[in-house]
């Protein structure tokens, strides 16, 4: 009977706790379906309506996917995938040294190399893509200065082209990679490496062997903060890029912003792009489960 | 420790170096050609505090960073808010909507910015509301969600809880253990959030081009337009003053830095 009573109690707390939780977090849910996620319920319901030059006409049609299937976009979308590829491989390349190099390092300078990394992280991003325009320009700095060590007789045109877009896009989103780099490589157990070598394993291999599958999930994590964003990006092709190449952010942001304006072109496109991440993230979350997996087994 | 060794350490520096120049190099020219006195991108051609002088001229620069602080103060201090409330509910690793609550936390956090733009600009046409200060409002607040619920949630994931059963040992009122032991405790996590949430909100750009109307532009819509009309005169010395901002942030905010980056 006691026992019974008690467990009477137990549940009673459990159901409580249970309905405070969902007081608690009640707002946060209501306003997150209200402006997340009925949002893109309009999106799809805009993506089968005419275009009008204002506005939206509602009738039903099927021509905005019909033009993207006939492939008229698949410029714009391959730019961006090529520019979001390009970007996390430079990333991962020069981050993870960098992450290394902070996380290696003595605990009090740790903190103080940090602080460099977050700097650029925190300075508000137009300005880091606008001190390029100034640094890259025809008449800029590097130019003048290139020029005046008689390195080049003309100046260098790099604003305004595809390498520009790549290389900026580098510059504003490499702490992105190297912070959730740094977090994985802090925790690593750097005994193991030593172990390693002193079982006769050289550095490389020992680096292959155990640090970087260790870091695997820095890496992860770094990749979806930087190649997701700039398979996005509008604001640094529209400043540093050129207008023959458009990106898919670009097209986007014409076909609601520009007169005539074609929001079922806009929405459609944008589904096609949420398409393009939810695959990646997909197989994203595959290889990392099998990374788990394979991870569990090892140490099994 | 052997030569190999030494050199791979050495290489690690080298690249650290390169990637340091990389990202100050840009920024440190902005700072230093925001005194130069020409009208266009070129030399030097002279040392001048006259684009200084000129800010203080422009009234939309002036009505664009009031703008830009009341949307980031108070999307802060809601987004925040909510956050809390919500880390709070989702403690309870039994609760029954704890599933779609991470789903819906964590998927605005993997898709593209354009993408929220897009929606909520097509939203706010679809209801025929008038865009301007409260539609911004509205996405910021949505923007920082997400991220103001992790930070704080990662923290309480952390807690020491034996001060909270300390003080239920003791005898004291549950609403006594909330503020006088909980909270304290949380604070660290919740001043992080905040901080995160207000630099975000400044920062912001595309979210705020599709959901702002006519006549009302946030810091970064000014400089873009600025820069889109080729009156670059006052950008250098204006994104000077926020990168001294941004400095000044990371100097008062070094305890919570770590909050910030493990949550990452």
């Known amino acids: 009977m006691h026992k019974e009573r008690q467990q009477h109690i137990a549940e009673k707390a459990a159901h409580h706790k249970n309905i405070s939780s969902w007081l608690l977090t009640l707002p946060s849910l209501i306003w997150l379906s209200i402006f997340f996620l009925i949002p893109y319920f309009i999106v799809v319901l805009y993506s089968f309506l005419t275009p009008g030059t204002l506005d939206v006409k509602f009738e039903v049609s099927l021509d905005s996917y019909r033009q993207i299937f006939d492939g008229v976009y698949y410029k714009p979308f391959l730019n ?79 604003i305004r082209t595809d390498w520009a877009v790549i290389l900026v896009t580098v510059y504003v989103y490499l702490p992105y990679m190297i912070l959730p780099l740094y977090s994985t490589l802090e925790k ?21 062997s155990i640090t970087l599958p260790l870091s695997l999930e820095g890496i992860f994590a770094g990749t979806l903060l930087v190649f997701i964003p700039s398979l996005g990006s509008y604001l640094i092709p529209q400043l540093v890029g050129n207008q ?38 997909l197989i994203m979350y595959y290889l990392f489960k099998r990374h788990q997996r394979s991870k569990r087994r090892r140490y099994e | 420790m052997n030569k190999r060794t030494k050199m791979y350490k050495g290489m690690n520096l080298t690249i650290f170096t390169l990637v340091m120049v990389f990202l100050y190099v840009p920024i440190l020219i902005l700072m230093i050609y925001s005194f130069n006195d020409a009208k266009i991108i070129t030399g030097w051609k002279g040392f001048t505090f006259k684009y200084y002088m000129e800010l203080r001229k422009s009234e939309a620069l002036k ?60 939203l706010f046409n679809f209801t025929k509301a008038n865009t ?89 819509i000014y400089v873009e337009g600025t ?38």
């Open chain 2, 227 to 264: 820069i889109r009309r080729g009156t670059i005169t006052t950008i250098n010395s204006l994104s000077t003053l926020m990168i001294a901002f941004t400095l000044f942030l990371v100097a008062i905010t070094k305890r919570v830095r770590k909050i910030m980056i493990s949550a990452l």
């Open chain 1, 188 to 208: 690593l157990d750097f005994t193991l490496l030593q172990a390693a070598m002193d079982l006769g394993a050289n550095e490389v291999k020992a680096f292959f």
């Open chain 1, 80 to 158: 961006s995938f090529l520019l979001a590829i390009y970007t996390t491989i430079i990333c991962v390349l020069l981050g993870y040294p960098v992450a290394y190099f902070i996380a290696r390092a003595r605990e009090k300078v740790r903190n103080t190399l940090l602080i460099f990394i977050i700097i650029p992280f925190w300075t508000n991003l137009i300005i880091r893509i606008f001190s390029w325009r100034i640094f890259l320009a025809y008449n800029g700095v590097m130019n003048n200065l290139l020029t005046n060590m008689g390195l080049i007789s003309q100046p260098l045109e790099i």
């Open chain 1, 244 to 281: 023959k190449s458009l990106y898919i952010g670009q097209v986007i942001t014409y076909k609601i912003k520009n007169i005539p304006r074609n929001w079922p072109m806009a929405s459609a496109l944008s589904l096609i792009l949420l398409l393009l991440v939810a695959v990646l993230l």
């Open chain 2, 132 to 220: 301007g200060m409260f539609t911004v409002l509205i996405a910021h607040i949505t923007f920082c969600l997400s991220y103001t619920i992790i930070v704080i949630q990662s923290r309480l994931e952390g807690f020491d809880y034996s001060l909270v059963e300390a003080a239920q040992d003791l005898g004291a009122k549950p609403s006594y253990i909330f503020w006088k032991v909980k909270f304290p405790l949380m604070m660290p996590g919740i001043i992080a959030a905040a901080l995160l949430a207000f630099t975000l909100s400044i920062d912001d750009f595309i979210i705020t081009f599709f959901t702002s109307g006519r006549g009302f532009d946030t810091l970064p």
């Open chain 2, 63 to 122: 009505a664009a960073f009031w703008n830009t602080m009341l949307i980031a103060l108070l999307s802060t201090f809601i987004s925040t808010t909510l956050g809390v409330l919500a880390a709070l509910g989702l403690e309870n690793k039994s609760f029954s909507g704890r599933k779609v609550m991470q789903g819906l936390i964590y998927v605005p956090l993997v898709i593209p910015d354009i993408l929220m733009g897009v929606s909520l600009a097509l």
